[in-house]
């Protein structure tokens, strides 16, 4: 063994630009798993620990299943539990604040966005939760219209005990007394106020409702909570969670999210990397396959190669994998002391710094070591296989027609033909077997696509540089070891398919959401609430409201929308009301399925629903079929009229039915959202005073222009696009260092042959010009099979996100292939330069007795 790395340390630290390259793939992915699994435990545990103060730590929180309002009358169940001490019923609604209410500067970006309004029973909220008042009093059973804030919201905005303040309500602005002030209990970004349970519902219009139940135990083993809860929830029925309204369940869901979307990035990252050192070890047993062989003749035996080949991947894995997580460390507590400054202007959270956690650097250290274990673990195998024939046998020449004989290459043409013909059946399910099977018979077939792509590519370069024999050369370079070429020509391909395919399906996604746009939300006027497709923390209007819109006479016509949220399968689903024929006038649904005349013609009746291609997925309905939605009232049954979506909610799961039927069955009146048609559009500005006055009672709606509102998403989602573009840029770096690696190996391979044209009269240039038409003709190989590739998967991909109810419109990344092709002449030109000077710059004499 200590032979076997003794070898492996002194070929690695006599090729250290080769070792370094290959090291740094290990690097960058290590350091992505680290660096963002180090960062988001710590922001979970900030949110956590602000939820659980949200929640006051009482033992039980109660909600309805579909986390909407519910009867207060469900308290007198309670009562059959005797284990609950106090129970006391809750009121919890957000309420956006008017811009700039803190520090009255438009220019600079508000820190007091919304507060939670909680409106409570004074009696029963002082038995659970022990408030501090810093100033006044909190709320007795005598106040009406009385309201006590957080000492923050209080420093922030200046209002003083005794101030009237302006709450925003469905039937307008209502003015509360500020009776005190008591000490910050923080919510995820916002603050709480206080207010008597019986005036909140009267003042919001559902009168003997609440939306949450808190309580308490009597003093009970804690091995009897659970049995207790079982007890409560037998009580109330299946309707009832518990567990609360989940403040901050969507951010903390989110957080993981993006923990895991990143993870996947870094271990694919991680994964490339393993594919560069695989490619690596393999071109390198070409160049070393006299040395393997010599020592083979010496006494060597087959294990101390095989040890040497795994050594050689264990130290670099063991170096990559450390600096990774050691810089990954160091950026994660970069990061978190960046964010530091904006999470506790805007979130109010305080999070501590990453510390170093050894779990954490073992799991990565494990990936790292892992990846390239696996990686070198083939070609050590076939280091072993290495005779000291070998080392007498002359290089292959170019392929042989009996290639074709192999298994791998049939096996793989199958694969091909099967994937054509997934694509001509258009079914979701074929067309994902067809890109496995593309990208495998891609790969199993490249080795015998080499020598055809090789001739024609290197015809093609002939013809434009007919005076020198360069390119003519580099063909035949390419073509003497297939395996080889085909090794780094795949991964080539796997970076390029990655690019286009995203690439493709980011812009089939674009152009389908903005047509969405165009169409759903191309109303001259936007009355828009503060939190987009968030209409369960919204605050609406009464319908009066849009009457008095109706009243003006530069008005056509006004179609409003309705929310209420639905629990189908343990989902949360958004239920949205509109006004089929008011809708019309100034919307529209982009429709999958269904005709649209009869979809909207059938809404009208009572029980028909609109679902969008994202719910139907998830509940496998289709057109005509019912659906059973457990509404306030009961079950009810709704009958499927049609397959659609709108800009807004096309990720979110959604039913749309008519007005009548949310407010018979939901008990919603509230508009959430407002979309004006004018008779006039020259008059919008008229329109707009007109508006605006009206809403001087209504601060929880924006008024926009629609096609403002159009442009200002197009950018964001050009935006958006660019992002993903620059983290696609990144997944394509590997490709390069996989080329300058094989191109490196190349040259190394050839040092006596080099030496030998440099002795028959090749110059410097012509030598050079050889290694770099090689670098181009080999990374243009990569790029036609990633780019056939990429074409593939990006329909696949396209078609896949369609059928989960995604707005797309497939297109053909013309501009993307054409930008791939010149990026592989990029890619071609770069990793060959090094190599290429290398070359140009050999010693003649020590070349020729190089061995």
Known sequence: MQTSIALAWRYLWGHKTRTFLTTLAIFFGVMVVYGLNAIMPAMLSAFRANAMAASGKVDLEISHINGDVFDVSALDKLKSVPELSTVSPVLVRSMALPADMADHDPNTPDTLTSVNLVGVDPALDSALHAYQPKEGRFLTTDDTRAVVLSQHFSEATGYKLGDQF??????????????????????????????????????????????????????????????????????????????GLGSGEGVLANLQLGTAIMSFLGVLALLM??????????????????????????????????????????????LGSLAGILVGWILGGVLVKGMQGLFSQYVNIHIAPPGFSPSLAGLSLALGLGVTLLAGLLPARSAMRITPMDALRPSLGKVSITGLLKPGFWIGLGMLVLAVAALLTQSTTWLGAGAVLLVTGLVLATPMLIYPLATALGWVASRLFPKSASADLARNNLVRQPSRTATTASATMIGFAILVAAVSVIQSATIGFTNVLRKSLGSDLILMPASIALWGTDIGASPQFAESIRAIPSVKSVSSLRFAPVTINGSTVSVLGIDPVDFQQVSGLGFTKGDEAAAYAALGDSRSAIINPLLASSINKKVGESMILPTPTGPQEYRIVGLASDFLNAKIATIYVSMQSIEQDFNKNEDVLLQIGLTDPTKKAEAETQIKSLMVAYPQFRLLVGADYINENISLLKAATAGLFLMLVFLAFPSLLAMLNSMAVAVIERTREIGMLRAVGATRAQVRSTITHEGIILALIGSILGIAAGVYLGYVGSMAMRALG???????????????????LVFGLLSSGLPSRQAARMNVVEALRYE
């Open 166 to 243: 302006p709450l925003t309500t469905p039937s307008g602005l209502q003015q509360y007394k500020i009776v005190g002030i008591i000490s910050d209990r923080i919510t995820l970004g916002n603050e709480e106020f206080h207010l008597p349970l019986a005036q909140m519902q009267s003042d919001f219009q559902v009168p003997g409702k609440v939306n949450l139940l808190e309580a308490n135990f009597i003093a009970i083993p804690e091995g009897e909570r659970a049995a207790v809860m079982d007890k409560v929830q037998s009580v109330l029925g299946e309707s009832f969670k518990i567990g």
């Open 273 to 318: 990397g393993g594919f560069i050192i695989f490619n690596t070890f393999r071109t390198i047993l070409a160049e070393r396959k006299r040395d393997i062989g010599m020592l083979r003749a010496i006494g060597a035996e087959k294990s101390t190669i095989s040890q040497m080949i795994l050594w050689e991947g264990l130290m670099q894995g063991l």
């Open 806 to 824: 995604y707005p797309m419109e497939y297109v053909f990344p013309l501009g993307t292939v054409a930008a791939a092709l010149v990026t592989g």
